[in-house]
């Protein structure tokens, strides 16, 4: 429902920043187009996103939230421990300092 609300926002904005003047708050608002190509290749990362909501309120339903937030902290962890390992980036002292803050928080 957010994502259609949001959709119709962009687009009456677009059509009233054709109209406005220029320098005006709505004259920053371009036209609504859309490109099937790039919708194409937008639909995997959006399905991700769906699924992602979806097992987040799911996990919600069936777990308790202490432990959900935990989880979820803990992903942070996670990104930058397979960062390491599989792509072979280094991290900074200041993002590892920042971790030890989330897991001790």
Do not use: W
Not at 9 to 14: A, K, T
Not at 48 to 65: A, D, P, S
């Amino acid at each position: 429902y957010q994502c259609v609300v949001t959709v119709g926002i962009c687009y009456i904005l677009g059509k009233l920043g054709q109209k406005a003047a220029p320098g005006t708050f709505l004259s920053q608002f371009p036209p609504v187009e859309y490109d099937i190509a790039t919708g194409l290749k937008v639909m995997k990362l959006s399905a991700m996103f769906v699924g992602m909501i979806t097992f987040n309120n799911l996990c919600l339903k069936y777990v308790e939230v202490s432990f959900y937030n935990v989880a979820r902290s803990l992903t942070i962890v996670f990104n930058v421990m397979f960062s390491q390992l599989i792509l072979g980036e280094q991290t900074s002292r200041k993002v590892m300092g920042c971790l030890v803050v989330v897991c001790l928080g």
